[in-house]
């Protein structure tokens, strides 16, 4: 069985990332656009983003916006210029890397957040 390689779980990662965005923007849209069925409605759905799945969302959206942009800038790099092919799989773990830590450091900044309370 094929068990690939970093460049097949670096399209796999980009292709996850970028349908979560999309999730992500569909749902920043309804609910900004949810104050067309009044104030009431609006402040339901914003109070049921209090909850914690959505907040523990948030630290994933974070990484997820980061992976996908410096994937991104890996994927130009390798597309424009000829010397970035060869550093590819490097280039891929250094976007983890950044990625990762993006996680972390949204992860415990929004930890009292995550716990319940503003």
């Known amino acids: 069985m094929y068990r690939g390689r970093e460049g097949q779980w670096a399209f796999l990662l980009h292709r996850l990332s970028g349908l979560a965005i999309l999730a992500y923007l569909m749902l920043h849209v309804f609910s900004i656009g949810s104050f067309v069925f009044g104030e009431r409605f609006y402040m339901a759905i914003h109070e049921t983003y209090d909850l914690w799945p959505f907040r523990i969302g948030l630290v994933?959206?974070?990484a997820g916006v980061v992976y996908h942009a410096f994937?991104?800038?890996r994927i130009i790099v390798m597309d424009f210029t000829g010397a970035g092919v060869a550093y590819q799989r490097?280039?891929?773990y250094a976007v983890l890397?950044?990625?990762a830590a993006s996680f972390?450091?949204?992860a415990l900044t929004l930890w009292?957040?995550?716990v319940?309370?503003?």
């Open 60 to 62: 994933f959206v974070t």
């Open 71 to 73: 994937n991104g800038l």
């Open 90 to 92: 490097q280039m891929w």
């Open 97 to 99: 890397l950044i990625s």
């Open 104 to 106: 972390v450091y949204a």
């Open 112 to 114: 009292p957040r995550l």
């Open 116 to 118: 319940g309370g503003y």
